[in-house]
């Protein structure tokens, strides 16, 4: 019962940040929405093992990719409020004051990857799924973060190359979505 109170609650947070969003079926803050109800589906759904065997190799996996993810999303939100010059008054409505970037950031994380960010949700999600991967509607909820995950930065990219052009898309031949020289 906590736990559905917890996803509520949650859901209802969610909502509050992503409701312009919710109204543009093609804005990156639509498919981000369904990232963070399935990511917290997952986390709740696997919390009751969250700590249990925490020494195990699979645990241990677990937790360096939570760690991966918290060090992703501080160097993502640092490098995106002191590089990216966030704008409130900028022209792209559906997104939260920090995404209206008026400077396109290429350094640190976002040398390597477009979507660090994104990236942190990613490992957040290989974090969760591992602390216990064994059922068919846990695979699906990761499964589904992860579709969800893609579907946003496809999204935004499509709005990134809107807002800065040919220099967006020069940066993303040399650069990979979520993982350095791979993906």
């Known amino acids: 019962m906590l736990r559905l109170a917890v996803f509520l609650a949650g859901s209802t947070g969610f909502i ?10 093609r804005s990156h803050g639509f498919f981000r929405f369904f990232v963070f109800e399935f990511l917290l589906a ?3 759904l696997n919390a009751p ?3 249990r065997d925490p020494l195990s190799p699979r645990q241990l996996t677990s937790w360096s990719f939570g760690a991966i993810s918290i060090a992703l999303a501080i160097e993502g939100f640092r490098l995106l409020r002191v ?3 966030p704008s409130p008054s900028a022209t792209r409505g559906t997104n939260v004051a920090l995404e209206n970037t008026t400077v ?5 994380a976002y040398r390597l990857i477009r979507h660090p960010l994104y990236a942190s949700l990613m490992a957040l999600v290989c974090c969760a799924y591992l602390k216990s991967p064994f059922s068919l509607g846990r695979i699906l909820l990761a499964l589904g973060a ?8 496809v999204a935004e ?15 993303m031949k040399r650069t990979r979505r979520f993982v350095p020289f791979v993906f």
């Not at 990219?157 to 940066?171: D, H, I, V």
């Open 157 to 171: 990219e499509r709005e990134n190359l809107t807002q800065f052009g040919g220099t967006y898309a020069a940066y």
């Open 83 to 85: 590089i990216g010059r």
């Open 42 to 44: 997952l986390i709740l």
């Open 49 to 51: 093992a969250w700590f």
């Open 16 to 25: 509050l940040l992503s409701w312009r969003s919710l109204r543009c079926f």
């Open 146 to 153: 992860t579709s969800f995950l893609i579907a946003t930065a």
């Open 104 to 108: 396109l950031v290429t350094v640190g």
